[in-house]
């Protein structure tokens, strides 16, 4: 606290100004060097005394304030600023304060730094070394406490590399030799408590090396940070109230499997923009009430961010993170993302959060090299870089580095309330030569390419996360073939909820850009997917990395010769997805039949819904939510086999498929789909009883910006044999149309299990037979092998490599591409 010049009195007590500490440990403080300054500066017990001990460089003197006491003045021990001050006589230690007096006449008056213990405790890093404190962030990174009565700050990182480490900030004039922190035991944990520091500061950790420049890192356990392009650090002292305790206790013992999830994947800098304040993104309380209310409208049940933790590239849509603790600046602050998760749980919308445990940049300020050595990545650039991304690579085998991952998703799950994670990169985290030519890559101990360090952290993260927070979900991004993504420990899987069927949705949108008359000769593209579908829990994406970097939108991706062909096939793409067993995922602009590319820079089109046909494609999305919600048909057996069977599978020629969904109480649910341009007049389908089938959905309907050929409501299935079985009905197809019925069965006596377990046709029949045999297979080889297992459902048809172009050349090279694996399953 700053002071009139002159405020000093007299000296009082008996004092004596010798050093009394070594000169070894008096060099390594003034070097910034010290392991333990709190052994040197504060007070201490000498044989001789009390003495007190600071270093304040620059200052011109330094006075010890003790209550009832006259001013004692400090000695100039060394001319850097070491200041020294022996009591005589006393036995023991008392509280006091520092007033410091600067050239030009300021005086402050402070408390000591040095005058406190330590804030992380021996247990704490006992817990951090094995790498199972899973409330580490706690204790690490800044934090507001009160110790002893005293208000302020505690800082604590861990760089077991470093000779010595500082706290810099406003609050100190980005000084290191002012705040320099102490290092706990042999955990390489460094600590301090400046007393009387606020909410706000700003901050960096600086390091220092033997022999090395001094340099800054941010907080890798910042709660808050600042605005790119700046990147320090910010004291942050949350307070946020949440009120969705009901949300939070349904969501506990929540059976996500079985439950509709429609999923809006959202950038949220670019959903809306304020267009009349200089294009800016809407922040995070702007965003809630607007996004809360769309979502409630559109029927979407979740929300799926992608990264909001504090990344400095914004071009990077936030997977490259810096602040992996600290929700981005650029919306707001960690109350204001509190303030949004929970107002969307206030309507009813969950929501899940893109994580990135698999790279992350090199930014010199961030976590790359962060004591000087190489701390949270590998050392080897075959294992700790990324050749694709130009980023570094976690080490998964370093245990607090695990913990510092695995925390981290415990903290945004917690602590923000988000409800699940969805795992960016998984595949490029299990396999040790992903992007990765020969010799530039390190095989494991048994001379594999699978990154075992890795799977034992996936592993470990998806068991702690469903034992300290059941009811979230975990999804993977996982790109391969990868066996048991989404099986449990008991099956020797990697334990996610959910998996992104990226197979299935590089096979649908090759169909839908082909024209519709040469359709007939990639039919498998349309049917391969039901051949694995149940062999992991499915989430179907359309997803961002889908309309970007001249791939086209979701509309311009539909094959057409004119407009209208172009809409009628998103429609009815739209509906065979909704209908297809799986969760479903729609990347924002999607469900607005947006003609350009997503561009994180601009605002979504809202404009579109102005006209008839966007608005038509936005309200058949609501609608496909609306029943997706209403129906278990559509929705409880997704994971399943049971809850699906084919009518028409093989009908290439006329390029229609039609299949029923079931649940478990008998609901049917028929979807026919036609993806001819022409129409098919009288086409007729097998059912398994006689029933009534009335029209649910109708693609093709004017509602939606369709022709409106068809204005039938309902059907009768007639006693007349069809595709091997007793009944059939027949209906005519618009083209490029989507229809969906309810069956009601006519015979009050109806048994589910006859739509269920009905042969149909034989092909149908030896599929869902073989379909079951492969998942059946592959759980069994897992527990053993692997690599086995892997084998098995490459062999089989399981869900095939397509995502990386690299993967398939390589497929192609050894005979064994994507037409073939399909030749032999079928």
């Known amino acids: 606290m700053p002071e009139k010049p002159g405020a000093s009195g007299k000296k009082s007590g008996a004092v004596s100004s010798f050093l009394t500490i070594r000169r070894a440990e008096l060099e390594r403080l003034l070097a910034l060097q010290s392991p333990?300054?709190?052994?040197?500066?504060?007070?201490?017990?000498?044989?001789?005394?009390?003495?007190?001990?600071?270093?304040?460089?620059?200052?011109?003197?330094?006075?010890?304030?003790?209550?009832?006491?006259?001013?004692?003045?400090?000695?100039?021990?060394?001319?850097?600023?070491?200041?020294?001050?022996?009591?005589?006589?006393?036995?023991?230690?008392?509280?006091?304060?520092?007033?410091?007096?600067?050239?030009?006449?300021?005086?402050?008056?402070?408390?000591?730094?040095?005058a406190f213990m330590p804030t992380v405790g021996s247990f704490d890093e006992h817990l951090f070394g094995e790498g199972r404190h899973w409330q580490i962030y706690e204790k690490l990174g800044a934090h507001v406490r009160n110790l002893g009565g005293v208000e302020g700050v505690s800082f604590a990182v861990w760089a077991p590399g470093a000779d010595g480490v500082s706290v810099v900030g406003d609050f100190n004039n980005w000084d290191g030799r002012l705040h320099q922190m102490r290092r706990l035991g042999v955990s390489g944990t460094w600590e301090i408590f400046v007393p009387d520091l606020r909410p706000g500061a700003i901050y960096k950790y600086e390091i220092h090396?033997?022999?090395?420049?001094?340099?800054?890192?941010?907080?890798?356990?910042?709660?808050?940070?600042?605005?790119?392009?700046?990147?320090?650090?910010?004291?942050?002292?949350?307070?946020?109230?949440?009120?969705?305790h009901e949300w939070m206790h349904r969501r506990a013992s929540e059976d996500h499997l079985r439950r509709p999830l429609s999923i809006y994947e959202v950038?949220?800098?670019?959903?809306?923009?304020?267009?009349?304040?200089?294009?800016?993104?809407?922040?995070?309380?702007?965003?809630?009430?607007?996004?809360?209310?769309?979502?409630?409208?559109?029927?979407f049940t979740h929300v799926e961010f992608l990264p909001l933790k504090g990344h400095p590239y914004g071009g990077s849509w936030g997977y490259q993170v810096a602040?992996?603790?600290?929700?981005?600046?650029?919306?707001?602050?960690?109350?204001?993302f509190r303030f949004l998760v929970d107002h969307l749980h206030s309507r009813g919308v969950g929501?899940?959060?893109?994580?990135?445990?698999?790279?992350?940049?090199?930014?010199?300020?961030?976590?790359?090299?962060?004591?000087?050595?190489?701390?949270?990545?590998?050392?080897?650039?075959?294992?700790?870089?990324?050749?694709?991304?130009?980023?570094?690579?976690?080490?998964?085998?370093?245990?607090?580095?695990?913990?510092?991952?695995?925390?981290?998703?415990?903290?945004?799950?917690?602590?923000?309330?988000?409800?699940?994670?969805?795992?960016?990169?998984?595949?490029?985290?299990l396999y040790l030569d992903y992007s990765r030519t020969a010799g530039r890559w390190v095989p494991n101990k048994f001379g594999g390419r699978e990154n075992l360090e890795a799977l034992a952290f996936i592993r470990e993260l998806n068991a702690v996360v469903h034992q300290e927070q059941p009811g979230v979900m975990m999804?993977?991004?996982?790109?391969?073939?990868?066996?048991?993504?989404?099986?449990?420990?008991?099956?020797?899987?990697?334990?996610?909820?959910?998996?992104?069927?990226?197979?299935?949705?590089?096979?649908?949108?090759?169909?839908?850009?082909?024209?519709?008359?040469?359709?007939?000769?990639?039919?498998?593209?349309?049917?391969?997917?039901?051949?694995?579908?149940?062999?992991?829990?499915?989430?179907?994406?359309?997803?961002?990395?889908?309309?970007?970097?001249?791939?086209?939108?979701m509309l311009n991706k539909m094959h057409g010769g004119s407009r209208a062909q172009k809409f009628a096939n998103l429609r009815t793409l739209y509906a065979y997805m909704w209908a297809h067993p799986g969760k479903k995922l729609l990347f924002m602009g999607g469900e607005l039949g947006q003609w350009r590319e997503w561009s994180d820079t601009q605002s979504l089109d809202w404009h579109l819904l102005d006209e008839d046909e966007h608005r038509g494609v936005n309200t058949l999305v609501r609608d496909l939510n609306r029943l997706l919600v209403e129906r278990p048909a559509l929705h409880e057996l997704d994971v399943e086999p049971r809850g699906f069977q084919w009518i028409d599978v093989d009908n290439a020629l006329e390029n229609v498929v039609a299949f029923m969904r079931f649940a478990s109480s008998g609901e049917t649910i028929v979807c026919v789909c036609n993806f001819s341009a022409a129409a098919r007049n009288g086409y007729r389908f097998g059912l398994p009883e006689k029933c009534t089938l009335q029209l649910i959905l109708n693609t093709d309907s004017a509602y939606y910006g369709g022709g409106d050929s068809i204005r039938v409501e309902s059907v009768e299935a007639e006693e007349q044999p069809w595709q091997n079985r007793p009944f059939s009905a027949s209906v005519d197809l618009p083209p490029l149309t989507s229809l969906w019925f309810a069956a009601t069965a006519i015979n009050s006596s109806h048994d589910s299990a006859?739509?269920?377990?009905?042969?149909?046709?034989?092909?149908?029949?030896?599929?869902?037979?073989?379909?079951?045999?492969?998942?059946?297979?592959?759980?069994?080889?897992?527990?053993?092998?692997?690599?086995?297992?892997?084998?098995?459902?490459?062999?089989?048809?399981?869900?095939?490599?397509?995502?990386?172009?690299?993967?398939?050349?390589?497929?192609?090279?050894?005979?064994?591409?994507?037409?073939?694996?399909?030749?032999?399953?079928?």
């Open 36 to 114: 333990d300054p709190h052994a040197v500066l504060g007070a201490h017990n000498t044989q001789h005394g009390v003495a007190v001990r600071a270093f304040r460089p620059d200052a011109e003197r330094v006075e010890v304030i003790i209550e009832g006491e006259s001013p004692h003045e400090m000695s100039k021990a060394h001319p850097a600023g070491f200041f020294e001050l022996l009591l005589e006589g006393r036995g023991q230690l008392f509280p006091y304060l520092l007033r410091v007096f600067y050239p030009g006449g300021s005086v402050f008056t402070m408390r000591d730094s040095y």
């Open 209 to 244: 090396r033997r022999g090395a420049l001094a340099f800054l890192k941010a907080d890798p356990y910042a709660l808050y940070a600042e605005v790119p392009p700046a990147t320090s650090s910010i004291v942050y002292k949350p307070s946020y109230q949440f009120t969705d």
């Open 351 to 429: 929501v899940i959060m893109d994580w990135v445990p698999a790279h992350f940049p090199k930014d010199e300020w961030a976590l790359g090299r962060f004591d000087g050595s190489a701390l949270y990545e590998h050392a080897d650039p075959r294992l700790g870089e990324h050749p694709d991304w130009g980023t570094f690579i976690f080490n998964y085998g370093r245990n607090e580095v695990r913990n510092f991952l695995i925390a981290n998703a415990l903290f945004w799950l917690k602590e923000c309330h988000v409800d699940g994670l969805r795992v960016d990169a998984v595949a490029s985290m």
């Open 754 to 826: 006859a739509w269920e377990n009905n042969p149909g046709p034989a092909r149908a029949q030896k599929r869902a037979t073989r379909t079951k045999m492969v998942a059946e297979n592959v759980n069994e080889a897992a527990k053993s092998d692997p690599g086995k297992a892997q084998a098995i459902e490459k062999t089989n048809g399981g869900e095939a490599k397509r995502t990386s172009k690299k993967t398939e050349k390589k497929n192609k090279k050894k005979g064994k591409g994507a037409g073939s694996t399909r030749k032999k399953s079928e």
């Open 323 to 336: 602040n992996y603790y600290a929700p981005t600046a650029r919306f707001g602050t960690p109350d204001d």
């Open 267 to 299: 950038h949220l800098g670019s959903w809306r923009r304020m267009v009349e304040d200089g294009n800016r993104s809407f922040t995070y309380r702007e965003t809630a009430p607007a996004l809360a209310d769309y979502c409630n409208r559109m029927g």
């Open 475 to 553: 999804i993977a991004e996982e790109s391969t073939s990868w066996p048991l993504v989404t099986k449990g420990a008991d099956q020797r899987g990697l334990g996610f909820d959910f998996k992104w069927n990226m197979g299935w949705m590089h096979d649908t949108l090759k169909y839908f850009e082909r024209d519709p008359f040469t359709r007939r000769y990639f039919h498998n593209n349309i049917t391969f997917g039901l051949t694995y579908a149940w062999s992991e829990n499915f989430v179907l994406p359309f997803s961002h990395d889908e309309v970007v970097h001249m791939k086209g939108s």
